[in-house]
């Protein structure tokens, strides 16, 4: 069953990265709707083509075709209009990986509404800052984890009145039961006026950023940004025509709409989710090979535990395609996967304010550690704090070039916030805040968040390779690397260390592991401070918060 790819792309085949980066174009049409233009396309066309496997911890499983979304997501339009909900609208979404938030959010684009996903592990000072910056008008969450009492808490602060559904079998007083609700609301949706007057940019989605640095900005998409994850999802992530792509993400995470929706489905493949309670690697393998996962896509972490088990234990022959985002990879991690699975990890970069940007791409031999070359419609250039382009080899600021074009995908700016638009993206460039460096055959090599850099004895160093150097010695499971302030040097090396099992802290150990780096990196580089910890401090998509790190050893020296 064909997918719908052709209809969106000027080509579908390219013989080589070049041929791939100068021919490649996206055909946007006049205008277009994700949940019109594909999701009921392909239950015009392709009925029963599977678009969703879904499980969880307790053994359930639902299987949806495009049919069925379409009915579903036709009820949740419904839905959302009975309630009020219009054009414009502002409607939070706290589902953890539960199949409704597929409903919602299509049902939502039906209408034009803005979905605003959100981690169910927002506090109620969390709920408050985003329901008055962004002027929510409804929440649909989960029953658990102590989700509606947090919104009932943050309710009693704010003066902006708000609706509330709930998810599940369960009734709380001031809820709407969505599962109820979705029952009595009609099979059918019949666009109206506003519904058919939408334009291509108008804002679709807005995410919160994870805030590795200050308070989380609002990251605004338009309806043409699913097209830009074709190069995400073809490209990229390799999927397949009715094949099974597991990204492991959680719906309020913006790596979701990389891999659980928009350009899978576009390019015909299925996407599965596995919405567990607490990351177990075991549980993980068990289900990619229960259900035959075809394509697989995890940030470094999820990689790093996964390494860690005996991966012969289980059948991982129908994975043939895996891909790596959301942290630098290190080294050892790509070799310890290859050696267990023949098959080389595939590095690709992007933020929440884009589609992959820079990717291992299929005609690309992978380096490992290095992000790939820039994606078609993506002008990437390495500058200097003055905006002048770097040498070969240098470290310099990825900044994105749009004086010719806005590529497809690549966000509109930060909602309600022109200020902050301004202040990453003037004189026609996009500020990444990420700094990277170009080797002789035009491969990218991330070196970290320009916030990140530890600047030591007049040295300027990256957190990544010393991460890299330290994560290569098999006690180290994870591990952060920041600056310490420091009276003489300005700041020293600190590597904050989780352990791998079987491994207990020492002063023994912490000597072994300096003397470690010392030999595979430069030995100014050496962290002269480690700590042992439980676990790191990490953003709610995952990343490491290195800030958090840094304030509290200020907070120590000051």
Known sequence: MSSLINKFVNRVDFESYEDFKDNFQIKVPSKFNFAYDVVDQYATTNPEKVALVWCDDQGQEKIFNFQEMKAYSDKAANFFKNCGIKKGDRVMLTLKSRYEFWFCILGLHKIGAITIPATHMLKAKDIVYRIRKAKIKMVVCIGEDGVPPSFEKAEQELEIPFQKAIVGDQNRPGWINFNEEMEKAPETFLPGDAEKNMENNDISLVYFSSGTTGMPKMIQHDFTYPLGHIITAKYWQNVKEDGVHYTVADTGWAKAMWGQIYGQWICGSAVFVYDYERFDARNMLEKASHYGINTFCAPPTIYRFLIKEDLSQYDLSSIEYAVTAGEPLNPEVFNKFYEHTGLKLREGFGQTECVVCIANFPWLEPRPGSMGKPSPGYEIELVNKDLKPVDIGEEGEIVMNTKYNKPIGLFGGYYMDQEKTSAVWNDNYYHTGDTAWMDEDDYLWFVGRTDDMIKSSGYRIGPFEVESAVISHPSVLEC?????????????????????????????????????????????????IVEFVEELPKTISGKIRRVEIRSEDQLKTD
């Open 480 to 528: 952060a690397v920041t600056g310490y302030p420091d009276s003489l040097r300005g700041q020293v090396v600190k590597a904050t260390i989780v352990l791998a099992r079987g491994f207990e802290p020492s002063p023994e150990l912490k000597k072994e592991i300096q003397d470690h780096v010392k030999d595979v990196t430069a030995p100014y580089k050496y962290p002269r």
